[in-house]
């Protein structure tokens, strides 16, 4: 199964940005959507997919955090 995660835009370089992953930075190509610092996209293997509301990707990161717990027997 492929997975894609939530994150905020910090900087753009191009078709290249930094974005936030709860506190991890990572490079990502944003050559898809026309993302913005401050914007959220939804990111699958280096690539963001998709931009999204900030309430759309804080809800996806508490679902990934719930689930995350129930695999590591904390939920």
């Given at each position: 199964?492929?997975?894609?995660?939530?994150?905020?835009?910090?900087?753009?370089?191009?078709?290249?940005?930094?974005?936030?992953?709860s506190?991890?930075l990572?490079?990502?190509?944003?050559?898809?959507?026309?993302?913005?610092?401050?914007?959220?996209?939804?990111?699958?293997?280096?690539?963001?997919?998709?931009?999204m509301?900030?309430?759309?990707?804080?809800?996806?990161?508490?679902?990934?955090?719930?689930?995350?717990?129930?695999?590591?027997?904390?939920?």
């Amino acid at each position: 199964m492929c997975v894609a995660y939530p994150g905020k835009i910090v900087s753009t370089d191009g078709k290249r940005a930094k974005v936030d992953f709860s506190g991890s930075l990572a490079d990502v190509n944003v050559s898809m959507v026309d993302g913005k610092v401050g914007d959220y996209v939804l990111v699958h293997a280096g690539l963001a997919l998709q931009k999204m509301e900030k309430g759309e990707a804080e809800s996806l990161r508490v679902l990934f955090g719930e689930l995350r717990g129930s695999i590591h027997g904390r939920g």
